[in-house]
């Protein structure tokens, strides 16, 4: 489902019950402009119908239950809100119907913006229109990440026990930090992350076959648009994965930061004594700029990618897309 995901909140609770706190930009991915809450809506009534042209918002059933059925003209899926440490982010272009309020349901919702009657599409067939046209463009990401072996998606909620799965095993993250804590705590972790994919600052993607099996992950951050680097990290295989994996999510990856974020330049750092890696990277076309007691750190501009891509990478992937520019 595009632009639209559940939030899950930190709840502080205790023998005295339980606390929910929400900053701006923080824990919820906009500043909130506007708040308002809709109760007392009769058994059976249904509300919604409708989409807005820009503004985002996070509902959140502050008591009872409500089921929220979303479409962004392709989709369409049905979330159910009852904890009040859990929200759904709505951003824009996405129609909603709320119904099935029930147990004194309170909606809160947050928005990013004050009201606007002009921002309202409440026709749904114009909403079929215009969200297509909108999203032509934006789908763009998810068809080109993809080789004839591998696909990448930017990573949720459903790839949180893989990603502990992966980050626990002692083998694999060797030369990464390891994490602890359970399934939920990843779960809390990409959701503060999904603030910063949001934001343009951090694209975290987890890698998969064509049959939808997981392989792996990769991240970009550090993402300055003004100096025009980025960092390339957290890149980690499951053991046995096929054989161009890594190979061709560098390719996809570098294809990424220099043709749609318009980088000049992608940096990493790697474990002195992780020799494989290492070797993979001086291979791949990084060239080593300095090295400290634990880390060597590598750089690839984009005079030497563009060369390399002619000259080696483009049989992998076979096209480089140019993307729409980012910022
Ligand atoms: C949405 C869903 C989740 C205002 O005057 N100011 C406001 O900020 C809002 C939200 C509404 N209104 C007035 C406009 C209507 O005369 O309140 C009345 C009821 O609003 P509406 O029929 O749009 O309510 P819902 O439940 O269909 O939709 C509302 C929001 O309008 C909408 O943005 O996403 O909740």
Redesign the pocket.
Known sequence: MRNCRKIKFKGFFDERGGLVAIENNKNLPFEIK?V?Y?YNVPQGLE????S?RN?E?V?IAVSGSVKIRVKDGKNEETYELKNPDEGLF?GNMIW?E?YDFRDKAV?L?L?NHE?N?DD?IKDYKEYLNISKEYFKDKDSLNDILSTDTIKLNLVDDNDAEFLYNLRTNKELTKYISPVSGSIADQIEWINKYKIKEYQGKEFYFCISDLNNEKLGFVRLYNIDYNKKVLTFGSFLLKENHPKLTALESMIIMLNISFDYLNMEKVELDVRINNEHAKHFYQRFGFVKTKENNIDEFYEMTRENYDKLYNEKYYKYVRRKIKWKKWK
């Open positions: 506007r308002y809709i509300r919604g119908f409708h807005h503004l918002q509902l709505i909603r709320m909606l919702v928005a009201y009657p309202y």
